[in-house]
Every structure is written in structure tokens, then in C-alpha cells.
T-cell receptor
Framework: DTAVSQTPKYLVTQMGNDKSIKCEQNLGHDTMYWYKQDSKKFLKIMFS???????INETVPNRFSPKSPDKAHLNLHINSLELGDSAVYFC???????????FGPGTRLTVL | AQSVTQLDSQVPVFEEAPVELRCNYS??????LFWYVQYPNQGLQLLLKYLSGSTLVKGINGFEAEFNKSQTSFHLRKPSVHISDTAEYFCAVSEQGAQKLVFGQGTRLTINP
């Protein structure tokens, strides 16, 4: 009965590769997010989708491309991975009204 | 634009001692306020939230926070901590009607036996 799930939990890859992270929520929320958490634990919003439409697109390199096939899924594709992309990526979804967000367990990406 | 400052990056305390983690925010409009906890190698879990009404908010695991509008603060407290409270704590603010949640830098709470 996991609310927000992400796959994979760990991802180790070489520089220059392309990889995807998947997120699914079963809470019936309309809005989903991707966050990046760096080594100092700082959480930075990257993207947000509402009902499959992009509503937030922070200053993120265009190597990162989110895709929302339906409102329960939000995937993140990263092209030409760089060392600086190493981080933990969190997916979240939101209730309407007060912006309480529910987080997935995170995907730890390591670029070698 | 909204912003959040957590005044302490690390807080070490002894087991069974009280603790306060400080959070100040900046916004020109009404806000919702949240505290999240992140245990090692896990995602973020909501501890408590202030939406409206009573300024003293009680959350899970014995934590509470007080919203102080005049001081734009939302400090988190627990009267007696346990080893299991060792974690990273994040304060977050959302302006009413906004799509974004803005997080503070986090406070690492370390409980010593």
C-alpha cells in the first residue's frame, strides 16, 4: 500500500550515459514533483506537473526531461549524465489546497 | 518571494533532554508551514503542519511547534528526546495558493546517550 514509490532505489552509472527514474503515486493526487537533494542535504525543486501538464520548471539543465504519462506517474529522464548529477532524487505528490506533500523513498544516483 | 531559514545546521543533545529546532520564514502573504523528518537513507515524512487556527500544533512522535506570526517563526520542540529521534529535520513554507513548497537547509539532530 505504498503511497509514493520510486524505482530504482539505487542507480550507479558512467558519465555520458542516459538514465531514467520512475515515480508512481496511488494517492489520487493531481500534482507531482521532482526534487534533487545534494550531499549537504539541501532540497531543491526541479519540476512539477499538474494533471500531466508542466507547471514548474526551475533552472535545470535541459539534459533533464520530465514526462508524465498520466497523473499517477511522473518519470525523470537524464541525458549525458555528469558527475555533478550525483544526488538523491525525490518524487513527491501533493494534496490540493494546502500544499502538503508526500515523498517517495528517493533514488540515489551515483555518476562515476 | 518566500524563504525559510533554519538557524542551526546541527543540534547535539543528550537522551531525555528537551530540544528546540528553530525555523524562521519570510513571506509577504499568508503561509502554510510544515516540519518534515528524514531518517538516514529514507524519504521525508511529515511531522506536523500549521494551516490555520491554533498556533500550537502537535505532531507525531511527541513533537510540537508554535506558529508566531509577529516573529515569523515556527520552532519545533520536543520535551524529551530519544535515540530514535536522530535524523535530519526540515522546515518548509508554502504561500497560500502557491504550487511550491520551499525548504530550509535542514537541521541535523544528534542524540547522545
Amino acid at each position: 500500500d505504498t503511497a509514493v514509490s520510486q524505482t530504482p532505489k539505487y542507480l550507479v552509472t558512467q558519465m555520458g550515459n542516459d538514465k531514467s527514474i520512475k515515480c508512481e503515486q496511488n494517492l489520487g493526487h493531481d500534482t507531482m514533483y521532482w526534487y534533487k537533494q545534494d550531499s549537504k542535504k539541501f532540497l531543491k525543486i526541479m519540476f512539477s506537473y499538474n494533471n500531466k501538464e508542466l507547471i514548474i520548471n526551475e533552472t535545470v539543465p535541459n539534459r533533464f526531461s520530465p514526462k508524465s504519462p498520466d497523473k499517477a506517474h511522473l518519470n525523470l529522464h537524464i541525458n549525458s549524465l555528469e558527475l555533478g548529477d550525483s544526488a538523491v532524487y525525490f518524487c513527491a505528490s501533493r494534496t490540493s489546497g494546502n500544499n502538503e506533500q508526500f515523498f517517495g523513498p528517493g533514488t540515489r544516483l551515483t555518476v562515476l | 518571494a518566500q524563504s525559510v531559514t533554519q538557524l542551526d545546521s546541527q543540534v547535539p543533545v543528550f537522551e531525555e533532554a528537551p530540544v528546540e529546532l528553530r525555523c524562521n520564514y519570510s513571506s509577504s502573504v499568508s503561509v502554510y508551514l510544515f516540519w518534515y523528518v528524514q531518517y538516514p537513507n529514507q524519504g521525508l515524512q511529515l511531522l506536523l503542519k500549521y494551516l490555520s487556527g491554533s498556533t500550537l500544533v502537535k505532531g507525531i512522535n511527541g513533537f510540537e511547534a508554535e506558529f508566531n506570526k509577529s516573529q515569523t517563526s515556527f520552532h519545533l520542540r520536543k520535551p524529551s528526546v530519544h535515540i530514535s529521534d536522530t535524523a535530519e529535520y526540515f522546515c518548509a513554507v508554502s504561500e497560500q495558493g502557491a504550487q511550491k513548497l520551499v525548504f530550509g537547509q535542514g537541521t541535523r539532530l544528534t542524540i547522545n546517550p
